[in-house]
């Protein structure tokens, strides 16, 4: 990165210091990619706005070298990962889910094992961490980076684009103004984002969805209070009381999301008392901060304008219930990351980049449609929960409907089948093999290397996991490396980096074909027992030649 005359040049320019313009930053940056990020903010998030962080999201920090010390900043291992339903907090407990605790996960104890199916589809499950812990980790890895740049306190005000790239003025907080001149633009500005805006695109969706107040505060002495074993999130049922608290950390920190009710405004809203009616008693908790927001569901038209990319929330808005907004946003990074780069190689075709809407947007219009319906669901189980302490008819119609609701949140607190399901299958630079969809669950996760889907995960008998041996780029997998070298010229004679990784047959049984093809992001792009025209496919799969 340089400066001249004032102008500071750069490949990419990300309008976004949060998780998710870092996190492009970052996988850009290992790629050798210059790029700027700046936000408005004096610094990172010190509020736990984000606190799920999935599987698949996990796994790529692992990439990164940095997914011990993303657990190791998040929930303490020992803390039970349970979703408990009480009447109020320190009250009757109505319910529970249970899930491993992350040192029960590590630990893969065959009763876990056989318990819990997600760990074979993962080496990891969900992860409890506040944003407030995730962005300082991730930000570590991006400043290591030689050629990650990041400008704090510093707003993007306006940009215009060109054949050749984009230039942007950007003003920090002193006043002082300069232009920025970039092959591409990101604009990773949240659900505000002025970057969509200056676009002139439009959302759909429902919109909003309710209104919530969150409470971050403080209490040592709440989990020896609860007179029960705790859990990761406690739902408060009582009339009048209704909202979640979620444990920070698993040690003092809590955030109560409180749903506003009838009557109620942000105005006339009384945080503390609401804290206090919800948790049942009163004791010592330290309200640190607490903001209102509106949850919305809604998707951007498109995620792409010439040399300008939207990802994350200024892409897609979605209610919390289910932790995908987050995860969605870090999927959109890694799916766009490594296009940029190829493009800016030299080796991605013109397809490629228009790719990124055609199939990230289907996963965010999938996974806000779900988060939504998790909500209306909670709506429901809250509902039946206002009479369940009632005598008589009513009370039993009401438990009877609360047990009848309580598994379906399993796909609310747990949606592999979500986290590990993004799909690009029709996508212009996947090649299908004709086998059938697998049916989607939001619950269950389909472990099968049909072309457009992640590659299923296995350990290997060294113990690590298949994904340590992937390439940074594309990775053929094989089980018969003597057949492959027309395939491998195809790629060399374009430029196109590839990694040879040989399995054992048995290995590869499992994958469904002798050769699979798998891109940067960890999608399939082809798979197959026999080879198929070499050069068609790596013009295919790098977006030089359109679907026919």
Known sequence: MNTDSNVTHCDVLIAGGGPVGLALGSELGRRGIECLV?????????????????PRTVEFFRRWGIADRVLAAGMASDYPIDV???????????????????????????????????????????????????????????????????????????FAQDEDGVTATVQSSDGTVRKVRAKYLAGCDGGRSDVRRALGIKMSGTNKVGESVNIFFKAPRLIPALGKKP???????????????????????????RYLVAGETFENFDAVAALRSAIGTDIDAEVIDYWNWIPRQLVAETFQSGRVFLAGDSAHLMPPSGGLGLNTGVGDAMNLAWKLDATLRGWGGNELLRSYTSERRPVAVRNSEESANNRAIMHETMHAAVHIQDEGEAGMKARAEFQRLLPLHNKHFDGVGLYLGDDYDGSTVVVPDGSPAPERSALFYSAVARPGRRLPHFWLDDGRSVFDRLGPDFTLITSTPDEIGALVTAFQERGVPLEVLALMKEDMSRYGARHVLVRPDGHVGWRGSELVDSQELVDRVTGRTLRS
Request: glycine share 10%.
């Open 231 to 257: 859990g990761f999130l406690l739902w408060s049922f009582a009339p009048g009381a209704t909202g979640s608290f979620l444990a920070i950390a698993g040690r003092e920190l809590w955030v109560f999301q």
């Open 84 to 158: 408990v339903f009480t009447d109020r907090l320190i009250g009757e407990e109505l319910g529970r889910l249970s899930y491993p605790s992350q040192g029960e996960v590590r630990a893969r104890a065959p009763s876990t094992l056989e318990n819990y199916p997600p760990l074979d589809w993962s080496p990891y499950t969900k992860t409890i961490i506040g944003q407030q812990a995730l962005e300082p980790v991730i930000y570590e890895y991006f400043s290591g980076l030689p050629c990650c740049t990041s400008a704090y306190s510093t707003v993007l005000t306006g």
């Open 38 to 54: 700046v936000d408005s903010k004096p610094g990172l998030h010190d509020r736990p706005r984000a606190a799920v962080i999935g």
